[in-house]
T-cell receptor, first 120, second 112 residues
Framework: GAGVSQSPSNKVTEKGKDVELRCDPISGHTALYWYRQRLGQGLEFLIYFQGNSAPDKSGLPSDRFSAERTGESVSTLTIQRTQQEDSAVYLC??????????????????FGSGTRLTVV | DQQVKQNSPSLSVQEGRISILNCDYTNSMFDYFLWYKKYPAEGPTFLIS?????DKNEDGRFTVFLNKSAKHLSLHIVPSQPGDSAVYFCAASDGTGNQFYFGTGTSLTVIP
């Protein structure tokens, strides 16, 4: 597609339930990132996928969070046993490769519109 | 620990005047910086970048200045237009990891 697509755009869930968020990156973008933004905070890195390399999970806040990516396509972020502090906008972004490839013109990531998750 | 800080949550500027958005960082290893612009209900979109080998980068009405000794960067928008009203995030990278570190954003309102 022309842009990064995320679904659903909004999700309200009860505390303790599991949720799954989906991201369709731009076709051909090998790098995919998940960030979240909680109210009044900056964007918080969660996880990074690059091709078939092992993902960088260093930003996942707890073991209730996991993410998968099939090849260089769709990614799903799963939050198990949701808590109220998980309420945030979850943003997915993709880029052609790791943005720091030397010699390339870097325009950073292309973000999707996000999924607003509300845990009640 | 917030490594990138935007201490002004909001800013209002008259149309046609200059908007100056500020960003401070704590990690001296940061060497690449971006500004993103975000409208409500949309994802952030890339605006302008600067690497630490430069102290200024200009793109049309947007100029980013980097002061490495002060660990400070700023985004200048001149002349400001009502369509510039959005939340602006600065972000920084140190080249060792796979992420950018983002500030909390500054909401800019350009008054017609």
């Amino acid at each position: 597609g022309a842009g990064v697509s995320q679904s659903p755009s909004n999700k309200v869930t009860e505390k303790g339930k599991d949720v799954e968020l989906r991201c369709d990156p731009i076709s051909g973008h090998t790098a995919l990132y998940w960030y979240r933004q909680r109210l009044g905070q900056g964007l918080e890195f969660l996880i990074y996928f690059q091709g078939n390399s092992a993902p960088d999970k260093s930003g996942l806040p707890s073991d209730r969070f996991s993410a998968e990516r099939t090849g260089e396509s769709v990614s799903t972020l799963t939050i198990q046993r949701t808590q109220q502090e998980d309420s945030a906008v979850y943003l997915c972004a993709s880029s052609l490769r790791n943005f720091r490839v030397a010699g390339t013109t870097n325009y950073g990531y292309t973000f999707g519109s996000g999924t607003r998750l509300t845990v009640v | 620990d917030q490594q990138v800080k935007q201490n002004s949550p909001s800013l209002s500027v008259q149309e046609g005047r200059i908007s100056i958005l500020n960003c401070d960082y704590t990690n001296s290893m940061f060497d690449y910086f971006l500004w993103y612009k975000k409208y409500p209900a949309e994802g952030p979109t890339f605006l302008i970048s600067i690497s630490s080998i430069k102290d200024k980068n200009e793109d049309g009405r947007f100029t980013v200045f980097l002061n490495k000794s002060a660990k400070h960067l700023s985004l200048h928008i001149v002349p400001s237009q009502p369509g510039d009203s959005a939340v602006y995030f600065c972000a920084a990278s140190d080249g060792t990891g796979n992420q950018f570190y983002f500030g909390t954003g500054t909401s800019l309102t350009v008054i017609p």
